[in-house]
């Protein structure tokens, strides 16, 4: 069974960068388009990026030209620079192996000053 597990949320102010990862367990993951999701308070979830596996990425309008979805397939994992941070980047965020529709657990990511 697949398990994903995030890391790399905190506590970050106004124009700082955070990296997340994403660990994968299991061999599907390097034939796996992964995506990245976050959730605000109040919110419906939305996807932030998305990479395929052979590298092609897609980015949500408000993170682009400053977030960057990449991934390694030898360490089964898929990361998330983010990058000029701001409050409104504030939510909880998910990593999702997208055909097979299973999430992590989540990691929160707060920009505050």
């Known amino acids: 069974q697949v398990q994903l597990v995030e890391s790399g949320g905190g506590l970050v102010q106004p124009g700082g960068s955070l990296r997340l990862s994403c660990a994968a367990s299991g061999s599907i993951f390097s034939i796996s388009e992964m995506g990245w999701y976050r959730q605000a308070p109040g919110k419906q979830r939305k996807r932030v990026a998305s990479i395929t596996s052979g590298g092609n990425t897609e980015l949500a309008d408000s993170v682009k030209g400053r977030f960057t979805i990449s991934r390694d397939n030898a360490k089964n994992t898929v990361y998330l620079q983010m990058n000029n941070l701001k409050h409104e980047d504030t939510a909880v965020y998910y990593c999702?192996?997208?055909?097979?529709?299973?999430w992590g657990q989540g990691t929160q990511v707060t920009v505050s000053s």
């Open positions: 999702r192996l997208e055909w097979l529709n299973i």
